[in-house]
């Protein structure tokens, strides 16, 4: 155990890394900036915990933002790698790896009748737009607060302060008239989607929704919620895009929203289906992908797209998602929120939840159920960068931001949910204590 702090050696790692890259970081929630400190930097990852530079292991909850569902360094995954590496890196040619990993996403997944590979979720989703409008004809996107969908600009925005209201910019950089092509309305919430469709319907191109939203915190939809959202598109003839980047195959073998009431025309993938490697998709019906190049009249290219050794991984991880990986992930999993849940009671915090499906899992600091991004910002922030540096501390390693997701790996056991109640013990008690 440690007090929570980064060791010397990732102190001195953050240091120089501030002096080459932006913030010292690749992605900004890695900065800690949200929970305060400095960050860990990881030396390894094998099973169902990492090791920092200074030598100290964690149980990791963060599990690569939910991409790593076997753990760590899994053997056949690496075999799989290291055997195409050697091969080649990439070619910029096709490969027979992209469509034996395309065949097992579309025996998996009803809606995708064809699919094309690119690097990440935000180029999926960006991708998945883009097609959605030359398919229709029209320019506007709904999609809802506090759903996230990658960094491209037209995605980047937040509401106006009325349903008639153009959307307005969440990032320096994104000019206003891009974003006022995006209608953002509040998940779990159809009379919003309902006031925007009256209004601008004839211009919807696609709604974009997270069949459950990971990234105001595990969010479900209300029961029909999903079913009413696509009635409502269909009926103004516009696509529903099913942003299954984070749901896909780590709910279960295959995309979730269908199980949970709603219909896709386009569903975006990544994380899992990499297999920890830098990847995403985007599928949907044979129709509305023949719009894509080279078919049709919508461009898009990668030059690392579907690469061999992306493919070997992914293609290995999905074969290894067998029906009693899904079966332990939800046992550990549900052994974890009640651990969660007996040491918030028992160190008496005043206002909490814990939200769960299936491998998804947050801790919020307020009262639930959470069912939108209004009642997610309630959480106390304060509250949970205490919880998470005793975590820390004790040997858990979380998301370092309050309205994130925390993810089991099939690599857990019961000795890790025993880990995380004792170390739950200790954060709870931070949380509960007036300053630090």
Known sequence: MNDGASGPRSAKAFRRARRTLVGGVDSPVRSFQAVGGTPVFVRSGRGAHLTDVDGRRYLDLVNSWGATILGHAPPAVVRAVRAAATRGLTYGAPTEAEHELGERILAACPAIERIRFVNSGTEAVMTAVRVARGFTGRRKVVKFEGGYHGHSDGLLAKAGSGAATHSLPDSAGVPAAIVGETLVAAYNDLDSVRRLFEIHGEDVAAVVVEPVAGNMGVVPPAPGFLAGLSKIARSSGALTIQDEVITGFRLRNGTVHERLGGRADLVTLGKVIGGGLPVGAVGGSSTVMAVLAPDGPVYQAGTLAGNPVTMAAGATTLDALVPRVFSSLERTAAAMERALAEEAEAAGIPRWCVQRVGSMLTVFFTNGPVRNLAEANRTD??????????????????????????????????????????????GFAAARARGR
């Open 381 to 426: 922030r304060a509250a949970y960068a205490r919880y998470f540096h005793a975590m820390l501390g004790a040997g858990v390693y979380l998301p370092p931001s309050a309205l994130e997701t925390s993810f089991a790996s099939a690599a857990m056991g019961p000795r890790d949910v025993a880990t995380l109640r004792t170390a739950a013990r200790r």
